[in-house]
Nanobody
Framework: QVQLVESGGGLVQPGGSLRLSCAAS????????MGWYRQAPGKQRELVAT???????NYGDSVKGRFTISRDNAKNTVYLQMNSLKPEDTAVYYC???????????WGQGTQVTVSS
């Protein structure tokens, strides 16, 4: 059973920063992609950023230049450093783990990020 546990969400003022963490536990293939998606009220879930076990990254257009994704393979943990936050970044942020070889796809429970003055 794979579990993803997110932490680091909260309330921040516009222009501020937050760092999200997601720790994966259980049994899964080491070659995988971890990432973050977000969903705002009334909107579809969208890509924020992904990173492969080989550390190739991909970002959604709306966060490029402001967010940075990284991972610690030894700890099976992915991080999302969010800078210059805007009110439109307000959403529930979900951690994701994909293993292409086994066609497995796992989600965390989500963590709320609210950007407001």
């Amino acid at each position: 059973q794979v579990q993803l546990v997110e932490s680091g969400g909260g309330l921040v003022q516009p222009g501020g920063s937050l760092r999200l963490s997601c720790a994966a536990s259980g049994s899964f293939f080491s070659i995988n992609t971890m990432g973050w998606y977000r969903q705002a009220p009334g909107k579809q879930r969208e890509l924020v950023a992904t990173i492969t076990s080989g550390t190739s990254t991909n970002y959604g257009d709306s966060v490029k230049g402001r967010f940075t994704i990284s991972r610690d393979n030894a700890k099976n943990t992915v991080y999302l450093q969010m800078n210059s936050l805007k009110p439109e970044d307000t959403a529930v942020y979900y951690c994701n783990l994909k293993v292409t070889l086994t066609k497995s796809n796992y989600w965390g429970q989500g963590t709320q990020v609210t950007v407001s003055s």
